[in-house]
C-alpha cells in the first residue's frame, strides 16, 4: 500500500478549515464556559450571507466573504444579546440545551430562505492544476493561506494585545479577572465578535472546498468537537494542532477505509488522544 500524497494536501486543506473553526469554538468556550452547539450554524449562516453577495447580487467574492465574516460577527453578538445573555448564570447544561434549540432555528431559517438544496459560489471553473502528481485549486491554496494568516493575527492577538491578554487572564479566573478591574461583560462581547467572526470565516472557506448546504456545520462539528477536545478545551494553540492532526487522519484514512467512515476517524483520535493524553496535546487541562 503506498500513501498517495494528494490525500496528505486534501487533508491539509481539511485540517486548515477545522483548525480555524476549533479556534473559534475554543475562544468561546475558554470565556463563557460552555460548549456552544449552535457553532456549526454560525458557520453555515456565513457562508450563505456570503453566498447572497457573491452568487446573488453579483459581488465579488472578496467582498461576500467580508460580508459573511462581519455579518455573522454581528449576528453571534444579537444572538447573545437575545438570548444567551439571559442565561449568563445558568448552569453549562442549560447554556448547552439552549445552543441546541438556537441551531435548530438557525438552520430551518436558513432553510426557508435558501432552500435545502446544495448551492455554490459564483467562481471561475479550471483545470486544476498539478505540482510533484498533487492536483490542486486556487480555492485550497487560499483556504490555507487564509488559515495560516488567521492563526498568525489570533496568536499575535493573544499575545501582544492587552484585549487579548484580557481574555487569557478571563479564561483562566473569570471571577478574579472582573475583581482586578477588567470588564469582562466587555470581554464576552469582544469574544462573540471573534467567535462569529472566525465561525463564518470558516463556513466560507468550508462551502468554497465543498458545497454550501444548510446542514454545512452541523455535520462538521463531529471533527471540530474532536479537534477543539484533543487539544485541551480552551486551549487555542491545541485547537490548532488537533484540527490539522483531525483533517489530515481523515484524508488520509480513506486508503484503507471507505470515505463515507472517516468521520469516524475523528471520534476514534479523540477516544486515543483522551486515553494518552487527558489533558490535551500540549497539557492544557480539559475542563
Known sequence: MVLDPQFVWNGIVVGSIISVS?????????????????????????????????AQMGLPLVVAIAAGVGGMAAGAVLVDKVVFEHFRTSSPVTLLIVSIGVAFFIRNLIRAVWGPSGNFYDVPIEANPSLFGVRYSVEQVSI??????????????????????????????????????VD????????????????????????????????????????IFAATILGGIGDPKGAVAGGFAIGILQE???????????????????????????????????R
Open 22 to 54: 476549533a479556534l473559534g469554538l475554543t475562544l468561546i468556550f475558554g470565556i463563557l464556559n460552555f460548549i456552544n452547539i449552535a457553532y456549526g450554524d454560525y458557520m453555515a449562516t456565513g457562508a450563505y450571507i456570503a453566498f447572497a453577495v457573491n
Open 144 to 181: 490555507i493561506i487564509a488559515s495560516l494568516l488567521l492563526l498568525a493575527a489570533v496568536y499575535v492577538l493573544l499575545r501582544r494585545t492587552r484585549i487579548g491578554i484580557a481574555m487569557r487572564a478571563a479564561s483562566d479566573d473569570r471571577t478574579l479577572t472582573r475583581i482586578r478591574g
Open 252 to 286: 488520509v484514512s480513506v486508503v484503507v477505509i471507505p470515505s463515507e467512515y472517516k468521520f469516524a476517524v475523528a471520534l476514534a483520535a479523540l477516544i486515543i488522544g483522551l486515553l494518552l493524553r487527558p489533558d490535551g496535546l500540549f497539557g492544557e487541562a480539559t
Open 184 to 223: 469582562t461583560e466587555r470581554l464576552v462581547l469582544y469574544v462573540w465578535i471573534a467567535g462569529g467572526a472566525i465561525a463564518g470565516l470558516g463556513g466560507i472557506m468550508l462551502g468554497l472546498d465543498a458545497q454550501i448546504r444548510p446542514n454545512m456545520g452541523f455535520t462538521t462539528l463531529i471533527p
